[in-house]
């Protein structure tokens, strides 16, 4: 049974840093495409980055240039700097068809 596993969320002041980290367990085949997606409060998931088993990413506009998504086979990580408030969320690691039960990411003073 495959299971994504998340770790490293937490409470953190404006324009600090976080880094996330799903470890994915129970499958013997590399998954193609890996993601993070989040969720606030009434609001509804959106995609935050992804990236192929070769190494490609995309990002949501709203986080370019502050958070980067990397990979080592089924791990995926990802580096959250510069953080804001908006950034406040749920954040969620999916591997097709596959979700984690997410970490809670908060952003305040």
């Known amino acids: 049974q495959v299971q994504l596993v998340e770790s490293g969320g937490g409470l953190v002041q404006p324009g600090g840093s976080l880094r996330l980290s799903c470890a994915a367990s129970?499958?013997?085949?590399?998954?193609?495409?890996m993601g993070w997606y989040r969720q606030a409060p009434g609001k509804q998931r959106e995609l935050v980055a992804r990236?192929?088993?070769?190494?490609s990413t995309n990002y949501a506009d709203s986080v370019k240039g502050r958070f980067t998504i990397s990979r080592d086979k089924n791990t995926v990580y990802l580096q959250m700097s510069s953080l804001k408030p908006d950034d406040t969320a749920v954040y969620y690691c999916?591997?097709?068809?596959?979700w984690g039960q997410g970490t809670q990411v908060t952003v305040s003073s």
């Open positions: 999916n591997a097709e068809p596959y």
């Open positions: 129970g499958s013997i085949y590399r998954f193609n495409v």
């Open positions: 990236i192929t088993s070769a190494g």
